[in-house]
């Protein structure tokens, strides 16, 4: 048992801190499109309900009626909203927006909680065959087969045009860019917050990193290629309404991956320089992506981590990865043996998954009370 990172003063903070937003992922949109070698289409469009999936309502019901969590971080899939034949850019396919919009309206004006828009394409586009490394990086002007920024751009003009009147929607820019330069990813964030702000949008915009937007490694070069920190471009974003905030995802395992089902890695300690930055730049954050494995070593971790976000003001949300409605017995994080976190599956054993581990013993004692219920998602 770990001996309990909080001193008396961070307990202290505690009192002032504000967690606005916590909840969980809902993966499943972007299932479906993995192929056992690198064939660009595979798996595209898919079928709604067999292939892909976005939520469970009666599973969100759940979350928002009984554990009385606020968000929900929503996947989708870039290509499947963009089609390939129509490329990037502001000509969606009609079925599955309406697909993707009916369970963000189920969470947000049915249910009254925040949801997270996720294109979950680690920042390429045009082949999710083997995420995350497949697909052309966007911006890429040496690659003719690559997305431009300007192409993504359009996107979010559309996307964030399409939820002008939804004050309970909030922008994610994108799942975990790496391996690119971090300067192309700056002007990929910074356009993406020029489309959804010249929509009309004022809703709380994440902007992520690069190294998968890892928060320990956020102040270090990144990458097979030693790409610049993000700490040293993306204090450089501008918001003309000031309502854009980071988004950071961290694991507790050995190599930061949520692969394995041991928790080695303290997060406190390995979030501290990030934390810092985020204090000396101003700047607010969410962790829209952690876990811990089914076992009592994660447990402490996974609460020491959610601990010491409420303990420090930079951070102002977290959703754990992840619930959704086809997991089946699979374990989206942490060991085979873990199952999802939705309500009421098993695991690969056949005994209760995640929600009546991870969750009932170091997320739900730690959801606040007093989180954000009314008004435009904000960074307060
Ligand atoms: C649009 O999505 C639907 C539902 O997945 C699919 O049946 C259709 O073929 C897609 N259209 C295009 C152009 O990809
Ligand atoms: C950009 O495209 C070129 C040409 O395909 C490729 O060699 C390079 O690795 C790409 N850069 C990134 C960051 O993917
Ligand atoms: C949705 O969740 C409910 C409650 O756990 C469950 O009874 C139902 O079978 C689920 N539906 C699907 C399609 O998985
Ligand atoms: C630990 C984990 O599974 N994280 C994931 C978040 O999103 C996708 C799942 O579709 C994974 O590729 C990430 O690594």
Known sequence: MLLSYLTPYTFLAAAWAKILYAGVNESGGEFGVFAPTDTPGFGLPGRFGVDYAFINKS????????EKINFFRVTFLMERMC??????????????????????????????????????????????????????????ISDPKAATTQQFEAFWHELALRFVSNPKVIFGINNEPHDMPTDLLLRNNQAAINGIRSAGSK????????????????????????????????????DPIKNTAIDIHEYLDVDFSGQHAECTQPGPSN?????????????????????????????????????YLAANDEWIGWSIWAAGPIWGTSSPCCGP??????????????????????????????????LKRDGISSLS
């Open 59 to 66: 599973t969100v019901d759940i979350f928002v009626d009984q």
């Open 203 to 238: 809703n709380l915009i994440l902007a992520p990193g690069n190294g998968f937007t890892g928060g320990h490694s956020w102040t270090q070069p990144t990458g097979a290629a030693g790409d610049a920190p993000s700490s040293d471009f993306m204090n450089k974003l501008v």
């Open 271 to 307: 979030l501290a320089d990030v934390t810092a930055w985020l204090r000396d730049n101003n700047l607010k954050a969410v962790l829209s992506e952690f876990g811990g494995g089914n076992n009592k070593n994660c447990f402490q971790f996974v609460d020491d981590l959610v601990k």
């Open 83 to 140: 089609p390939l034949s129509f490329g990037l850019g502001s000509k969606f396919n009609e079925t599955y927006f309406s697909e993707y919009a009916d369970a963000i309206h189920h969470i947000t004006t049915v249910k009254g909680a925040y949801a997270l828009i996720d294109p979950h394409n680690y920042m390429r586009y045009n082949d999710p065959s083997m995420q995350p490394f497949t697909g052309s990086v966007i911006g890429n």
């Open 337 to 370: 043996d873990t199952g999802s976190l939705e309500p009421g599956a098993v695991n690969d054993m056949g005994q209760p998954d995640a929600f009546s581990t991870v969750w009932a013993t170091s997320i739900r004692p730690n959801i606040p009370t007093h």
